[in-house]
């Protein structure tokens, strides 16, 4: 599920809690050390967000959530913002020169040149909270 966030809508908001769960509460995300990624900058994007997203000069920035089962991935171009909703189970993440997850056909990949260490921890935080879903 992929819609502008720019401006709060409550009923999306309960439509988002359905698909991938509520949000971890404090004490879960202090044990979990933290449940954002740091950002990310975004290389490229299939053609499914070419809708929502301009591509020119600016740098597109992005942003992960973990919630209880699945992701919310945000988008931050120029002065919109983007949320993609992908629950764990249609969830892949690669790890090539590029990070990249995929859902559904749809895909994001992100430069490593922006807090590479940071982000490289979150992930495997990703993967091992995916592997425990199932």
Known sequence: MIFNSTYADPEKDLEVDKIIGKKFNLIESILLGGIGSKRLILESFSI????????????NYVNIE?????IKVFITNRQKRITWVV????????KTPFY?????GS???????LNHKENLSFFKKLVKIKSNQF
């Open 48 to 59: 499914r967000f070419e809708d929502y997203i301009n591509e020119g000069f600016d740098l």
């Open 66 to 70: 973990l919630r209880k089962k699945g």
């Open 107 to 113: 895909f994001l990949k992100f430069s490593n040149k």
């Open 100 to 104: 990249s997850i995929h859902s559904n």
């Open 87 to 94: 629950p764990y189970y249609r969830l892949v993440i690669y």
